[in-house]
């Protein structure tokens, strides 16, 4: 049992983004050891169909169990949009999944005007779907797809004219439309949260559902008397990336933290 309570957390994305849900994570977990991975080859998820996005998800799965994970965290949102059910149907490990926070922002809206960025595929899912649904009639959605997005923060070109264009095109219907908060619903855009203020001049809140997950994670260990029990050794963090690392070590040199970044083809 020890063996299984001790093993890592495993947490993937289709990329580098979900690093910043591995933040969040790590703030609220500082003792477990964790492996990310980022299948930033196949990167966006975000346009492809279903089918591809369960395949994809399916293949990251058993890479971390391989790797021992006892606890997985589909730390993206178009995978756990599409892939979350098949996965917790398929796999007996506990899954945590990220959705958009629109409900969070629903209730923190004065407006009652809120902005969602997120990709087509989670915008496009079932799961989005249903959650929508269940707001309050009062609230209006403008959903906007962040087409381009991902492409650049995995390019490492984050702070760019280009990125700046692409978000003045995407953001300005939603301030226009009074929109007091924008949800982030991709784990790629906490990234952007600088640029974003940049152009909004701070006017709007930016609502993620980072921390949420961690807690979640946190619970969810708990739950299934999974919490290790290690006291003394520093955690290891492995991050496996089947493109370059340069992006992915430089979104993480800032974090202190037994890190270990290395590249394979998966
Ligand atoms: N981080 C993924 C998400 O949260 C990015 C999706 C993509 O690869 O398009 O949706």
């Known amino acids: 049992m020890s063996k299984i309570i001790n093993s890592p957390i495993g947490i993937f994305d289709s990329g580098i983004g979900g690093t910043s849900i591995w933040k969040e994570i790590h703030s609220l977990l500082p003792n477990d050891d964790t492996i990310y991975l980022a ?3 196949n990167a966006p998820y975000g346009q492809k169909s279903k089918e591809e996005i369960i395949y994809l998800s399916k293949k990251n799965t058993e890479f971390l169990l391989n790797k021992n994970a006892k606890i997985i965290v589909v730390a993206c949102n178009t995978a756990t949009t599409n892939a979350i059910k ?3 149907e398929t796999y007996k490990v506990p899954f945590i999944g990220i959705e958009p926070a629109i409900k969070p922002a629903s ?3 004065q407006s009652k005007i809120i902005g969602i960025l997120a990709t087509k595929g989670t915008l496009n899912s079932e799961l989005f779907e249903k959650t929508s649904s269940l707001l309050d009639n009062n609230i209006k959605i403008i959903e906007q797809v962040g087409e ?3 492409d650049l923060i995995e390019n490492g070109q984050i702070n760019t004219p280009e990125m700046t264009i692409l978000l003045k095109k995407y953001l300005t219907p939603m301030l226009d439309a009074k929109a007091d908060c924008i949800v982030l619903g991709c784990t790629h855009y906490p990234y952007l949260i600088e640029a974003i203020n940049k152009i909004t001049n701070h006017t709007v809140n ?3 559902s980072g ?3 961690a807690r979640q994670t946190k619970k969810v260990l708990e739950l299934n008397s999974l919490m290790h029990t290690q006291t003394k050794k520093t955690a290891s963090h492995l991050f496996y990336i089947n493109k370059s690392k340069t992006v992915l070590e430089n979104i993480l040199k800032d974090t202190k933290a037994n890190i270990k970044v290395e590249e394979l083809s998966f």
């Open 211 to 213: 921390e949420a997950v």
């Open 107 to 109: 209730l923190q809206t």
């Open 86 to 88: 098949y996965l917790r």
């Open 148 to 150: 381009g997005l991902v």
């Open 39 to 41: 299948d930033s080859i």
């Open 206 to 208: 930016l609502i993620d």
